[in-house]
């Protein structure tokens, strides 16, 4: 197989545009169910005050295409650039009989850890809203708040995510490395990058449960605070900084 020509970020300009376009879409989509879900919260909470009515089948249905659409938004920049990565390498490999295909089964596998982890967090969601640890916009209080800005303040210091946040900055090396032929192995390939797109994002996507899934700002800090770490040149330097400011903050929560 001939590496030659291969690009680490290929389509650099389209693909973050995509990106960007689908995060906008993601989050709007997570607004509007929110939207839709308030209105049956803040009466329950109305005429039941501490112990909030548990959660509908509906609404937990909603509460988990809405993490999934966010968790997809927000990884989404972690894992476009190895997809065209892999295409390239699967178009040069004699061993893919069809390199679409393939890369699709690719896409598919992120996809799938993604889901998983949507499903996880809506689960939590679903715990501490039945619990009562969360207000009328489904946000933690400020003791869970604190907790998760700590949490993941201090994880932007970790090993574990500038390892997986290399992985993601420069998929290459990567995508190589764990190689695997057939469709079955592209599939399982893609969860694998899945996986490490959540090392690096997967406490950045609790602050969003700390502050509320349907504030539009929060998403946006998130959003941006994630991209900045992935495509800046200074990005695990954002990260650290970013940290260090979660940390304060969430201190500054857990004790005013």
Request: net charge positive; proline share 7%.
């Amino acid at each position: 197989m001939s590496l030659s020509g291969i690009d680490e970020r290929p389509g650099r300009p389209v693909a973050l545009g995509l990106a960007w376009l689908a995060l906008l879409a993601c989050a709007c989509l997570a607004w509007f169910v929110f939207q839709g879900a308030a209105p049956a919260q803040s009466a329950q909470a109305s005429v039941l005050p501490p112990p909030p009515a548990p959660l509908r089948a509906g609404q937990v249905i909603l509460l988990f295409a809405m993490w999934t659409g966010l968790s997809v938004a927000l990884m989404l920049p972690a894992a476009v650039g190895a997809v065209f990565v892999y295409i390239r390498i699967a178009r040069r490999s004699a061993g893919v009989q069809w390199p679409r295909l393939a890369t699709a089964l690719f896409a598919l596998g992120c996809l799938l850890a993604w889901t998983g982890f949507a499903a996880l967090v809506t689960l939590l969601h679903w715990a501490l809203h039945d619990a009562g640890l969360l207000d009328a916009t489904l946000a933690a209080r400020s003791s869970g708040a604190g907790l998760a800005l700590v949490a993941a303040g201090a994880w932007q210091w970790t090993p574990a995510k500038h390892a997986c946040l290399q992985h993601c900055r420069a998929p290459l090396p990567g995508v190589l490395a764990d190689w695997r032929g057939g469709m079955a192995g592209a599939l399982w390939q893609g969860a694998e990058h899945g996986r490490a797109c959540l090392g690096c994002c997967w406490l950045l996507v609790a602050l969003l449960l700390a502050g509320g899934p349907g504030n539009p700002v929060v998403v946006g800090a998130v959003a941006l605070l994630a991209l900045a770490e992935l495509r800046l040149e200074e990005g695990p330097l954002a990260a650290g900084v970013a940290g260090i400011a979660m940390v304060a903050w969430g201190t500054l929560l857990l004790f005013p």
